[in-house]
């Protein structure tokens, strides 16, 4: 984490007299005047009562962010000192509700977005999901205006978000910049991919716990997301390793076993017929974390890596949907290697998912560049959740 990435702690009722600065205003007086966005809010960790607003100025500058329920701005979050990499946690708001917020910078003009929280239950929802957009925003900008038209409550990346992570200028240029309008309203979680680098991921995102592998509950699903690849000085994902343990925990979960529909994430696919002869997926995903997604019920495992589009259900009409989906933008593998009884359906071409969980069914679907459905299945919910 770097000094000047800051996290908001204050929320204070907000101020009569503390109007921010009008859009075009000249800058105020101290205020350096290079200063700009260098990223624009973009929105994170969403739970039932709040969501984490960040974006990133090019100078040190002191924040704040107004928001509310509906049209009402009735709480403000202050930064404690100035930062370039701002993060504000907004909270105390109602469950599933369409909220409003406002970033005011001094000499800047204000960003405005909305969202919706998290419901608290089974809902009708909308997910998209993408991976390896990589260093090709010129092809991922287009999908992220197909995604966004269809007006989606939560954004998945399956890693691979930027050419490379630990240099700080393709994040604006890869990811946040033309993904930005679908950020500033849609809250996103990501798996980490190979390309997404350590010290810039951590910096850049704001996600729940070690932000690498962790667990949450959105509207009635259980989001999981894991990297086998994760360096904790420990064998991580083998059965002695700390990662290993900490899904072990989670699969055993209430958490995990009331949920209606249960979702993995992780960038490394334990199957793969497209990349390269000598990969086939991920041997120690397959070895150490699959026989754990089929003993617990996993629906679906979603993963990017390989640059096309596999589907397959294992065992054949009753076991765990695998799902790879590397179409966000990268340039696309026309390779078919191997036949895998894992994978039934194989394509190149870039392209993104649609994830409509409802209270009964959940539909994934995915979605080429023209907006042509070209693949589709279906899970029932368990029967057992509430
Ligand atoms: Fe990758």
Same mark, same amino acid.
Request: proline share 9%; charged share 25%; glycine share 16%.
């Given at each position: 984490m770097r000094q000047d990435r800051i996290g908001f702690l204050a929320m204070l009722p907000l101020l009569a007299g503390l109007a921010g600065p009008a859009a075009g205003a000249p800058p105020a007086a101290g205020v350096p005047p290079s200063n700009r966005f260098v990223a624009t809010p973009y929105l994170q960790s969403v739970t039932t009562d709040g969501v984490t607003v960040c974006f990133e100025t090019a100078q040190p500058c002191e924040s704040r962010v107004r928001f509310g329920a509906g049209d009402a701005m009735e709480f403000e979050v202050a930064a404690p000192r100035p930062a370039t990499r701002h993060q504000a946690r907004l909270s105390g708001l109602p469950a599933g509700a369409i909220c409003a917020y406002r970033v005011e910078v001094p000499g800047l003009p204000p960003q405005a977005g909305s969202f919706r929280t998290a419901p608290d239950g089974p809902?009708?929802?909308r997910i998209v999901a993408w991976g390896d957009n990589q260093d090709s925003p010129g092809r991922f900008g287009p999908l992220v205006r197909r995604m966004l038209a269809l007006a989606p409550d939560l954004a998945v990346g399956l890693g691979d978000l930027v050419g490379w992570g630990d240099i700080p200028s393709h994040w604006p240029r890869d990811f946040l910049g033309p993904a930005a309008e679908l950020l500033r309203r849609v809250p996103f979680f990501s798996a *980490?991919?190979? *390309? =997404?680098?350590?010290? $810039?991921?951590?910096?850049?995102?704001?996600?729940? $716990?070690?932000? !690498? #592998?962790?667990?949450?509950? #959105?509207?009635g699903i259980r989001l999981i997301f894991l990297d086998? !690849?994760? =360096?904790?000085? =420990?064998? $991580?994902? !083998?059965?002695? $390793?700390r990662q290993h343990r900490w899904i072990r925990n989670e699969l055993d979960s209430d958490a995990f076993r009331r949920a209606r529909f249960r979702l993995v994430f992780l960038h490394h696919p334990p199957y793969s017929e497209g990349f390269w002869p000598w990969y086939g997926g991920e041997k120690e995903v397959r070895e150490h974390l699959v026989p754990l997604f089929e003993a617990a019920g996993v629906d679906v495992v979603f993963s990017g890596h390989h640059h096309g589009y596999e589907r397959g259900q294992w065992p054949r009409d009753r076991g765990v949907h695998y799902v790879v989906s590397g179409g966000g933008g990268a340039f696309q593998d026309p390779f078919h290697w191997r036949d895998l009884p894992q994978i039934e359906f194989s394509r190149a071409g870039r392209h993104f998912l649609l994830i409509e969980g409802g209270p009964d069914r959940l539909r994934v679907t995915a979605i080429d560049e023209a907006g042509n459905a070209f693949d589709t299945f279906t899970r029932e919910a368990h029967p057992d959740a509430p």
């Open positions: 809902a009708a929802v *980490h991919g190979n *390309h =997404d680098g350590e010290k $810039g991921f951590a910096e850049v995102l704001s996600q729940p $716990g070690n932000e !690498r #592998y962790f667990a949450v509950t #959105y509207a086998p !690849r994760f =360096d904790e000085g =420990d064998p $991580g994902i !083998r059965p002695w $390793g």
